[in-house]
């Protein structure tokens, strides 16, 4: 993590969209929103949706961001172009609808490649289930693995990054946990593929993030850290830091002992309230730095690598607590 980098979801900056423009009608453009974003003091990066985001050529896109001083980290695929998709993208019992999402999937790699970055996020919120006696499971997780050994082909110089999520849309995810998708990454055996760790998904697929990153880059790689903040019952898209600061901390102590070095990307929802999502973005980069000067502090603290070799949590907490709060006068 020397060299590093801020992203954002692009989405965010449609919040509150008539104190930015006052006169518009509907909603506002991709550019309008990245423009927006721009503003953002420490933003380096974007990532795009596809193809919700992608409405021109792809190279044409990432010389606009550029000018306004911004980088492209990576695309993400949405699955909502066809309305079938919702009974399952990878997984869908029609065989033309699977087909469908894998070839929308490729063309999304394509486009990424042509925009200059070599990493696509997959969420396959779509492939999962809502009811018993609804899903041949081993049919079902069969094609999931086809489907992704099958992107992850298409391209063996682009990194295809896989964002677990317990629930939502659908009840039941079929990636619904950090173990589950470690065993679906064993089964395609891709070397370009692993795993995008969500903050607000962790959390309320009851685990603990740092040991999540953990056991992922034990058997895969982090490619994607989405970092954000709730309450472990949903996807509450909270500011980083807001709830679970101590873990958030011992997240990016992990991550950074695992040797990650890519974005950390903000995957909150200051559109769902109509915060200011300039102001909120600055907040976020500003905290995270916060964060990784208490890592510092804790690196180069001895006293806590031998609490943690003693499992010895008082002790580890009176460092961690000094390290964030100073000591008592």
Request: proline share 4%; with cysteine; aromatic share 8%.
């Amino acid at each position: 993590m020397s060299n590093l980098r801020f992203a954002t979801r692009l989405n965010s900056f449609a919040s509150n969209p008539a104190g930015e423009w006052p006169d518009l009608k509907g909603k506002p453009s991709v550019l309008q929103m990245a423009a927006r974003a721009a503003k953002v003091d420490g933003l380096t990066d974007l990532d795009l949706n596809y193809p919700d985001h992608v409405g021109e050529k792809p190279s044409e896109l990432k010389r606009k961001l550029e000018d306004m001083g911004l980088a492209i980290n990576g695309f993400a695929m949405r699955y909502y172009t066809n309305p079938a998709f919702k009974l399952g993208a990878f997984t869908n019992p029609d065989e033309k609808v699977r087909r469908e999402a894998i070839d929308l999937t490729k063309a999304g790699i394509d486009a990424a490649r042509e925009a200059g970055t070599n990493l696509m996020t997959i969420w396959l919120g779509q492939d999962g289930f809502d009811y018993a006696f609804q899903a041949d499971y081993d049919r079902m997780w069969q094609h999931e693995i086809d489907g992704i050994r099958e992107v992850c082909e298409h391209d063996a110089d682009c990194l295809i990054s896989i964002e677990y999520k317990p629930n939502e849309p659908r009840s039941y995810s079929l990636m619904p946990d950090c173990a589950t998708t470690l065993l679906a990454i064993k089964e395609v055996g891709a070397k370009n593929l692993g795993v995008t760790l969500d903050f607000a998904h962790v959390l309320y697929a009851d685990e603990q993030p740092a040991f999540a990153a953990a056991m992922i880059a034990r058997h895969s790689r982090v490619l994607g850290v989405h970092l954000n903040d709730g309450y472990a019952k949903r996807d509450d898209g909270l500011m980083v830091g807001a709830v679970h600061s101590i873990q958030t901390i011992e997240l990016l102590r992990q991550i950074r002992r695992d040797g990650y070095d890519g974005a950390i990307y903000f995957d909150t929802f200051p559109d769902m309230t109509g915060l200011d999502p300039v102001h909120e973005c600055e907040v976020n980069i500003k905290t995270v730095k916060r964060m990784l000067k208490i890592v510092d502090k804790l690196d180069g603290d001895n006293r806590l690598s031998g609490a943690i070799d003693r499992q010895d949590a008082v002790s580890a907490q009176a460092i961690l607590q000094e390290a964030m709060y100073g000591e008592i006068a």
